[in-house]
């Protein structure tokens, strides 16, 4: 399904030091039983944010009025494990559109640029940097430019460039999806099937 | 002439283009569908006004989410059945051949994709299911797809790829007495961690590795992505011939032979170069069990709970975490420690071999009075060679329940939950915190370290139980 374009995003930041935090964290299996692709959000990190009894638990940063925005800066190694589409629906839904991270597991990164969240890969010391920033003031500002392909935090000008191929790129920049593309190649991949089979 | 990988010869004859600074367009041989990742892709698809360009490249079974009981009976809880009515739904208005609760090859997607012979080497296969990589034992590219990619190869066959960096993993030596193929992988993991193979795609390789049988092999790569990786493969050889020789869609007569005369040339050409290669030696390998909650935490059955000298910051943060969830403290002994549940199942140990070794195993002994023992066969073929061979009789004997197919609690999507704060040992795949239900505590080993503690009632060592 087509997404919202991204193009400049500035947004405060919401932090999850947490590293490996894998896709059944996101969202646990037993929410995956929808037939529609609706109302994810309400439990993304349900068993971080909740407690059983389904009241928020206190100490965690969603829970947490002081942080906000629609960047989520992330541990290492984010989103291993099981390669459910639903972890980056669930993301979308609650109102991400980027996350930023010294190291995303694959499927997670793939699937995260096939719905129109942006995976934003930096340097360790960089996320270091960021996360101290948000510490120090939950209001600090980053600023991520998918066509310069930099990321920046705002109150001290630091930047970095980050890696995207130029046919994602388009994508994300348009809303487009990969599906769009291979459709319009249908008969090149039905020519390629005949003469291979 | 250029030297290839297994894996550029494969992947290179399904390119059918290049997209110029981006990835691949993707021919995709093989499509297994189940009920849990598909329903979405099939709407999209019909928002799009698209039908599925070749059903019969596709095959689909209800498994993640079923239950393990009266599974001839309306499934009971309501989001469970209507995922697998739309299953059922969508396979009938799309012409995709189904194997539905209750038929003769019902199973776990993986588990059924082998024994039907569908899975065979030098294929693409896909599935929105991480665990497809398992199907690299037969020396095919096999990995898992989110529902985005699933409703493409629905519609084209196709999926957009970048060419994944290639990683050997070569295995050389003997295993030892009590080691066995899921060791290997724990092994492997703990050594290059949850992340060492990120951005990879594995060949293992070596004579601790082609000594195995199939079944061990898809153990292996079943585990691929718990390090990272995109998946793993195995060149096919004899063995792989002679596991898919007269299994139901394997080629016959003729094309066997010809068939067989391609398989043979699918190996890593001498002298091509991989991204990164690893050696281990077979003899330095032994039981495994997980401590903490990704699958890369893992030690020896005799061996300690890593220490936190040398860790800092958020790595030794999410350290103690993981070990405050399992309720283990830093440089404990893991042996002795009290166990409750112990689940034999999944795609990577749900298999027949598995079954007998874990049947040999507690033959004519009884397990422990605090262990709850579940057995979950893979696939209804599993449960029907069991049953055969007496395996059923002997675990029942041996205080086993054994449960209808499925993947039951490996993910605990179904009713097979075990408790917040109990201790499982299971064979299946991951240790991830609630993966086994909100709340448990999940150890990975092996089918015979399982045993071993259904028998002692705690963490045990195989070797040292008789
Ligand atoms: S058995 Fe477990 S790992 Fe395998 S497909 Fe089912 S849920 Fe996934």
């Known amino acids: ?197 | 002439m250029e030297k290839k990988t297994l894996f550029d010869k494969i992947w290179d004859a399904h390119v059918v283009r290049s997209v110029p600074g981006g990835p691949d367009v993707f021919f995709i041989d093989k499509h297994f569908i189940h009920e849990v990742t598909s329903p979405v892709a099939f709407l999209n698809l019909e928002k799009r006004g698209v039908g599925v360009l070749y059903p019969e490249r596709t095959i689909a079974t209800p498994d993640h989410n079923v239950p393990t009981v009266d599974q001839d009976k309306t499934i009971k809880d309501k989001l469970s059945r209507m995922q697998v009515e739309r299953l059922r739904e969508n396979c009938e208005k799309h012409n995709i051949e189904l194997h539905d609760l209750g038929s003769a090859h019902h199973g776990i997607v993986h588990v059924i994709g082998p024994e039907l012979g569908v899975t065979q080497p030098g294929m693409t296969i896909v599935c929105g299911d991480s665990h497809t990589s398992t199907h690299g034992a037969f020396g095919a590219i096999a990995f898992g797809i989110g529902t985005s990619e699933v409703e493409m190869v629905f519609a084209t066959q196709c999926i957009m790829q970048t060419k994944a960096k290639k990683m050997r993993i070569t295995v050389d030596g003997e295993l030892g007495n009590g080691v066995t193929s899921k060791d290997i992988i724990l092994y492997i993991i703990a050594k290059i961690s949850a992340a060492g193979a990120t951005g990879y795609f594995v060949e293992y390789a070596g004579s601790a590795i082609t000594s195995l049988s199939m079944e061990a092999r898809m153990t292996i790569c079943n585990m691929s992505i718990e390090m990272g990786a995109r998946g793993g493969l195995i060149a096919p050889d004899e063995t792989t011939f002679n596991y898919l020789k007269g299994k139901q869609y394997a080629p016959k007569g003729e094309d066997w032979d010809k068939a067989v005369a391609h398989w043979k040339t699918l190996k890593t050409d001498d002298g091509a170069v991989f991204d990164k290669e690893y050696h281990f030696d077979g003899n330095d390998i032994e039981p495994m069990i997980t401590y903490g909650t990704n699958p890369g935490m893992g030690i020896k059955v005799r061996g300690f709970i890593p220490t936190t000298e040398g860790m800092e910051g958020s790595n030794k943060s999410s350290y103690l975490k993981s070990l405050d969830y399992m309720g283990f403290a830093p440089g404990e002994a893991i042996k002795g420690k009290k166990v409750d549940f112990v689940f034999v199942g999944s795609c990577t140990n749900g298999r027949i071999e598995d079954i007998r070794s874990v049947a040999a195993f507690v033959k004519g002994k009884h397990k422990a009075d605090n262990i709850t023992a579940w057995i979950v066969p893979g696939s209804r073929e599993v449960e029907k060679m069991a049953h055969e061979e007496g395996l059923v009789k002997i675990l029942e004997d041996a205080g086993f329940e054994l449960r209808q197919p499925g993947c039951s609690a490996c993910l605990a999507m179904n009713d097979d939950k075990i408790p917040s704060g109990k201790y499982a040992v299971s064979t299946s795949n991951r240790n991830f915190e609630g993966r086994q239900g909100p709340g448990a505590r999940t150890l990975l080993a092996s089918p015979l370290t399982v045993a071993a503690v259904a028998v002692t009632g705690e963490i045990s060592d195989p070797r040292d139980v008789f």
């Open chain 1, 1 to 197: 399904m087509a997404y919202d374009k991204f193009n400049i995003l500035k947004s405060t930041v919401v932090p999850l030091s947490s590293e490996n935090v894998d896709t059944d964290q996101i969202i646990p299996a037993r929410f995956l039983k929808a037939t529609e692709r609706e109302g994810f959000g309400d439990n993304l990190f349900r068993d971080w944010r909740y407690d059983v009894e389904g009241n928020p638990k206190k100490d965690f940063v969603l829970n947490d009025p002081t942080y906000s925005g629609k960047i989520l800066l992330a541990g290492k190694n984010f989103g291993s494990g099981s390669s459910r589409e639903h972890a980056v629906w669930a993301l979308y839904d609650y109102g991400f559109r980027c996350v930023v991270s010294s190291f995303f597991a694959d499927i997670f990164k793939n699937n995260c640029l096939n719905i129109g969240v942006l995976p934003v890969t930096i340097s360790p010391e960089f996320a270091e940097v960021l996360f101290k920033a948000v510490e120090e003031n939950p209001k600090t500002e980053v600023e991520i430019d998918i066509d310069q392909q930099t990321i920046t935090l705002l109150s001290t000008g630091q930047q970095e460039s980050f890696d995207i191929n130029s046919y994602k790129k388009e994508n994300m920049k348009n809303g487009f999806d990969d599906i769009d593309y291979l459709l319009n190649i249908k008969d090149e991949i039905i020519t390629f099937t005949e003469q291979k089979v």
